[in-house]
């Protein structure tokens, strides 16, 4: 019997996504896609049984359990799309988007529906692009 071949990663995300709610899915990659087009050297992977993106380029090295690759993770839970930055309170953002004061450095995110989506994708992009900036290479 032949072994089934292992998803990469970016076919694990595709079909965690596909395996939502249509709806839910939908809102979703369309997060998904503007995050990806952002910057070339963000990676995707499924991380906390969610989509999660990354940076691929080089980097000083560091203690894994600082996170410093880790750019995004989702939490979707009920129905809810909650977008968790783990290092997020580096990036000065003045915006309104990245929200929470939490003790680790994490700042989140939510999306309601695709509306939400739209209004602030430049947003978001921005701060991924001066999350980007800070990374120590």
């Known amino acids: 019997m032949a072994?089934?071949?292992?998803?990469?990663?970016?076919?694990?995300?595709?079909a965690h996504i596909k395996k939502l709610d249509p709806s839910f899915g939908k809102i979703i990659e369309s997060?998904?896609?503007v995050i990806l087009k952002t910057d070339k050297e963000i990676g995707e992977h499924i991380k906390w049984n969610n989509p999660s993106f990354y940076y691929t380029g080089e980097m000083k090295p560091f203690d894994p359990k600082e996170y410093k690759r880790d750019i995004a993770v989702m939490n979707l839970f009920k129905e809810r799309i909650m977008l968790v930055f783990p290092s997020g309170a580096k990036v000065n953002d003045k915006s309104g988007l990245l929200e929470g004061d939490y003790k680790d450095g994490r700042r989140i995110t939510i999306?309601?529906?695709?509306?939400d989506?739209?209004?602030?994708e430049k947003l978001l992009q921005a701060?991924?692009?001066k999350w980007l900036s800070l990374v120590e290479k």
């Not at 089934?4 to 595709?14: F, I, P, S, W």
């Not at 989506?117 to 602030?120: A, D, I, L, N």
């Open 3 to 14: 072994k089934a071949a292992k998803l990469t990663d970016t076919e694990q995300v595709t």
């Open 31 to 33: 997060i998904r896609q």
């Open 111 to 115: 999306f309601k529906d695709m509306k």
């Open 117 to 120: 989506v739209k209004s602030k």
């Open 127 to 129: 701060a991924i692009k």
